[in-house]
């Protein structure tokens, strides 16, 4: 009998655990695998840190958030690691192939390892949405209702108050969470960093809100720039991979549209309960059905190929084409948005 192991890695995001119950059980039931967890990411991988995953470890774990398997930022090439390590831990534990579910970030691993030798396939995750190779990453569904309710919630206390409310959402530097919230909770304008605005323009678009005697509602993405600026607002230092952590920016944005124009205006940072709580139906689906298909992948022995959506077919795509390509909002959905700000 195969045996495989899977990890998690990078940021949490709701649907984790579909996506290991999908492989668990497709494997076991249709193609005879036996598979392990590997514990904390990448760090599991090299220290040999595992646990196993059988139908019943797997059992109803699809409608709750997070990983079972943990997660960190850890790299497979820090110092106590590399392929001569991984490759060691493989062989006494008689594991054929990983599993990796991440982001970019661990996608790069990934790819980097298979070169190295080690027998890799992918998928992927982020609630940001901004991975080329696939059309929907799962965690993005929930990421996107989250917000919207909160724009929702806001709006009743800004229309209360008639005051303008800034609502920050995550993405880094895509504006898909912004967007799809911004458009389904109706706001009067959504911030993203695919478009940078000027702050006139900002005002006149909640001066003209202000006019018809409502409340405005702006969504901000915390990769959103002026146009005079050179890159995206952080003051939080950075990651475990040397980027600039982000957020922020609706704080900065909400006193200058108050002193512009004369409204009260209030920010409020969503941050990470954006990645937390059950998953929707959408990102359990995918999840699930991205789970069966590394599966049949691993089956096929089909090595250095990460699973994507397509429309509403999941296929395979090499590392080459899911590695440091960035999907960014199209110039057409936020025109015909814009179209309507204000």
Not at 12 to 39: M, Y
Request: hydrophobic share 40%; glycine share 14%; proline share 4%.
């Amino acid at each position: 009998m195969a045996r495989y192991g899977i990890l998690t890695s990078g940021g949490d995001c709701p649907g984790l655990n579909a996506v290991i119950r999908g492989t668990v059980l497709q494997g076991t039931a249709v193609h005879g695998q036996e598979f392990v967890g590997f514990l904390d990411g990448y760090r599991g991988l090299v220290h040999g840190d595992i646990k196993l995953l059988t139908r019943s470890a797997v059992r109803g774990i699809s409608k709750n958030g997070g990983t079972i398997l943990r997660t960190s930022r850890y790299g497979p090439y820090e110092e106590d690691g590399g392929p001569d390590v991984i490759k060691k831990v493989l062989e006494e534990l008689e594991i054929e192939g990983v599993i990796a579910v991440g982001g970019d970030g661990t996608m790069a691993a990934a790819a980097r390892l298979l070169r190295d030798g080690i027998p890799m396939v992918g998928v992927p995750k982020t609630i940001d949405n901004d991975l080329e190779a696939t059309d929907f990453t799962f965690g993005f569904s929930t990421a996107v209702e989250i917000a919207t309710e909160a724009a929702d919630r806001l709006r009743t206390t800004g229309d209360s108050h008639m005051r303008c409310m800034v609502l920050e959402v995550m993405g880094r530097h895509a504006g898909w969470i912004a967007m799809y919230a911004g458009v389904a909770a109706g706001a009067h304008a959504i911030l993203i960093p695919e478009a940078p605005e000027t702050l006139e323009q900002i005002c006149k678009w909640v001066n003209a809100v202000k006019d018809r005697r409502r409340a405005p509602l702006i969504i901000v993405a915390e990769g959103f720039t002026f146009p005079d600026m050179d890159a995206a607002f952080s003051h939080r230092g950075l990651d475990e991979f040397n980027r600039p952590r982000l957020g922020g920016i609706g704080e900065i944005l909400a006193p200058l549209i108050e002193e512009r124009t004369g409204i009260t205006t209030r920010a409020t940072v969503l941050g990470h309960i954006q990645r937390g709580g059950v998953p929707t139906a959408f990102d359990r689906v995918l999840g699930t059905r991205f789970g069966q298909a590394i599966s049949d992948t691993l089956a096929d022995g089909d090595f250095g190929k990460m699973v994507a959506l397509r429309g509403t077919q999941v296929i395979r795509v090499p590392f080459s084409d899911a590695v440091g390509h960035s999907k960014n909002v199209y110039a057409e959905f936020y025109n015909g948005a814009r179209a309507l700000f204000g």
